[in-house]
């Protein structure tokens, strides 16, 4: 079965430094991989997803994620975070033929003016 | 992107009652349904799944008789928390997802804050 870990529960950096959020991921074949983030209160929007091919992919909200197999790792990254990025953000995988994803447990990004 | 709407956004119950959450899709027909639950400062915890027409099928653990998933239109899913106690306080979610597969993207209602006093 897959699972998905974020090593990082809380994350604080200055508004405008780089963000790098970790995802490592654990599935036999190569998995879907998603990037959601949820502002308090609310429900999910995805960021960004990978499914097969170029392993950078581009999001919105001027995220990046970077695919690596031999890490079994898609982190997350923004090269300028803005105080609106405040949010916990969900890694999460989903498995080929299947209809399920399955959610790391968040990464609460808090913004230092 | 596509919109899900899910009412009530919060509802407070006295413990013993059941409460029902709708989750519609706006603009777009749901084939399939999610209902998740997160805990405070915890992740999603997927419940079920509904496809329409279909019965529901539930995560391992989870009670199907105190969770009644209901999904009999393309549009509207509902979940109803039977005889709600206290530790069924929580945060739900659903999400909803047009076609067959992660190729479509599944889009997720705003969530019902569910406490019961």
């Known amino acids: 079965a897959q699972s998905v870990t974020q090593p990082d529960i809380h994350i604080t950096v200055s508004e405008g430094a780089s963000l790098e959020l970790r995802c490592n991921y654990s599935y036999g074949a190569t998995p879907y991989l998603f990037w959601y983030v949820q502002s308090p209160g609310q429900g999910l929007q995805l960021l960004l997803k990978?499914?097969?091919?170029?392993?950078l992919v581009q999001g919105i909200k001027g995220f990046e994620a970077e695919f690596k197999r031999s890490q079994s790792s898609f982190n997350l990254r923004k090269p300028s975070v803005h105080w609106s990025d405040a949010a916990e953000y969900f890694c999460a995988v989903g498995a080929a033929g299947a209809q399920k994803l399955v959610f790391g447990q968040g990464t609460r990004l808090t913004i230092n003016p | 992107g596509a919109v899900v709407s899910q009412h009530p956004s919060r509802v407070i119950c006295k413990s013993g009652t059941s409460v029902k959450i709708e989750c519609r899709s706006l603009d777009f027909q749901a084939t399939t349904m999610f209902w998740y639950r997160q805990f405070p400062k915890k992740s999603l915890m997927l419940m079920a799944t509904?496809?329409?027409?279909?019965?529901?099928?539930?995560e391992q653990g989870v009670e199907k008789d105190k969770f009644l998933i209901n999904h009999a239109s393309l549009t509207l899913s509902t979940l109803t928390v039977t005889s709600a106690h206290p530790e069924d306080s929580s945060f739900y979610i659903c999400?909803?997802?047009?076609?067959?597969?992660?190729?479509?993207?599944?889009?997720f209602g705003q969530g019902t804050r569910l406490t019961v006093v």
């Open positions: 990978y499914f097969s091919g170029d392993t």
């Open positions: 509904s496809n329409e027409g279909s019965k529901a099928t539930y």
């Open positions: 999400s909803a997802r047009g076609g067959q597969g992660f190729n479509t993207e599944a889009f």
